[in-house]
């Protein structure tokens, strides 16, 4: 099972993630499921870092399986935008295989 992490602050905004753990529809190395997760985790932080010029810090295991980014400053448009796409993939692969993939939410309570 991989498991999806979405951290929000108190405006709803992502400002991180942690994806972790291998699908259970092929043996290691050969899961498309995987292949997908880790496609989309890495092209968000890619994005972020390399297009955006925004500073994250990340934590990778790839014998674990796992991806940790964490925004390093308040989010804006641009990093909310390239997130949310992020999330957007994630949430239709868990909706089509909820067998391998599950998100939690984490934060993002609105203080009226």
């Not at 880790?38 to 991806?67: F, H, N």
């Not at 999330?87 to 984490?106: F, G, K, N």
Request: glycine share 8%; net charge negative.
């Amino acid at each position: 099972m991989i498991t999806i992490d979405l951290y929000r602050n108190h405006k709803g905004e992502i400002t991180g993630f942690t994806s972790r753990g291998h699908a259970g529809d092929a043996p290691a190395g050969e899961s498309v499921v995987c292949a997908w997760v880790s496609a989309v985790t890495q092209m968000a932080l890619v994005g972020l870092e390399q297009q955006l010029q925004y500073p994250v810090t990340y934590r990778a295991d790839t014998k674990k399986g796992e991806l940790q980014v964490t925004l390093q400053r308040t989010p804006d448009a641009k990093s909310q935008a390239l997130l949310g796409s992020m999330e957007t993939v994630l949430y239709q692969l868990a909706e089509q295989c909820p067998q391998d993939v599950r998100i939690r939410e984490h934060g993002g309570e609105m203080n009226v």
